[in-house]
Nanobody, 120 residues
Framework: QVQLVESGGGLVQPGGSLRLSCAAS????????MGWYRQAPGKERGLVAD???????TYADSVKGRFTISRDSAKNTVYLQMNSLKPEDTAVYYC??????????????WGQGTQVIVSS
């Protein structure tokens, strides 16, 4: 089983920055993709950004130019640098990982979620 531990959420003023981290542990053979989704109150969960094994990244239009996703393969960790934050970025942010475990079975794991509040 693969476990994810998120950190870095909190309260920030509009225009500020936060960096989210998500560390994966467990019986991992290879990663296919790592990324972040978010869910605001009353809204569906949606993709924020992800990075696949080739290094190619995808961003939601609403965060392009402000957020940057990166990974540290040696640490099995994915990061989300969030700059120029807006009140509409307020949401619970969920990390996910998709890959193959040491039993050569595909898996998708989710983090517990970390709250980001952008408010003055």
């Amino acid at each position: 089983q693969v476990q994810l531990v998120e950190s870095g959420g909190g309260l920030v003023q509009p225009g500020g920055s936060l960096r989210l981290s998500c560390a994966a542990s467990g019986r991992i053979f290879v990663f296919d993709a790592m990324g972040w989704y978010r869910q605001a109150p009353g809204k569906e969960r949606g993709l924020v950004a992800d990075i696949v094994s080739s290094g190619m990244t995808t961003y939601a239009d609403s965060v392009k130019g402000r957020f940057t996703i990166s990974r540290d393969s040696a640490k099995n960790t994915v990061y989300l640098q969030m700059n120029s934050l807006k009140p509409e970025d307020t949401a619970v942010y969920y990390c996910y990982v998709r890959g193959v475990n040491s039993d050569y079975r595909s898996f998708t794991s989710w983090g517990q979620g970390t709250q980001v509040i952008v408010s003055s």
